[in-house]
T-cell receptor
């Protein structure tokens, strides 16, 4: 299995531009998570989906951020408009919710720089 | 969510055992204890989890205190590849599966 695949690996954009990050979860997994990591704030959970439905988006910082999961094999995290403080590494993770325990598998991350 | 407390950093020598502590004094009876680690420039990866009993797998061992208010991740023989940030996380048994990461412990392994 190729694992969780994120694209692009690196993104540099100008302030005010729209940014779209993409994630392909592991086939058969039914939960998907988006995290953001910075030196100051560590790893923050932004949103998670179960069976393509957003379950908890309380970590989404503001209306400029939106996430979608149109099907079980694809999710996007969009920032519009982007700001320099959005610069971070964004991780996507997926898991198979089965009974009482799930192990989350993380992608390699997308390093976003907003200038 | 119940909180965990870990030392900011620890050091070890190669091929020696490492004991990484985690305090979770507000743990409830339905909380799982998870450990993840994050190698440099990579996403976090699962290490081990447990509920009440000690657990062993190919990567590590997890020792859980009898009152469950603390746990220890044990790497039996540290290698340079084990240098990473180790996170201790609690999640509700049968509840939300979301993982909330704290600051973790940065482990340095000296050759």
């Amino acid at each position: 299995d190729a694992g969780v695949i994120q694209s692009p690996r690196h993104e540099v954009t100008e302030m005010g531009q729209e940014v779209t990050l993409r994630c392909k979860p592991i086939s058969g997994h039914n939960s998907l998570f988006w995290y953001r990591q910075t030196m100051m704030r560590g790893l923050e959970l932004l949103i998670y989906f179960n069976n393509n439905v957003p379950i908890d988006d309380s970590g989404m910082p503001e209306d400029r951020f939106s996430a979608k999961m149109p099907n079980a094999s694809f999710s996007t995290l969009k920032i519009q408009p982007s700001e320099p403080r959005d610069s971070a590494v964004y991780f996507c993770a997926s898991s198979l919710r089965f009974r009482e325990f799930t192990e989350a598998f993380f992608g390699q991350g997308t390093r976003l720089t907003v200038v | 969510d119940a909180k965990t407390t870990q030392p900011n950093s620890m050091e070890s020598n190669e091929e020696e055992p490492v004991h990484l502590p985690c305090n979770h004094s507000t743990i409830s009876g339905t909380d799982y204890i998870h450990w993840y680690r994050q190698l440099p420039s990579q996403g976090p990866e699962y290490v081990i989890h447990g509920l009440t009993s000690n657990v062993n797998n190919r990567m590590a061992s997890l020792a859980i205190a009898e009152d469950r208010k603390s746990s220890t991740l044990i790497l039996h023989r540290a290698t340079l590849r084990d240098a990473a940030v180790y996170y201790c996380i609690l999640s509700k048994r049968g509840g939300s599966e979301k993982l909330v990461f704290g600051k973790g412990t940065k482990l340095t392994v000296n050759p």
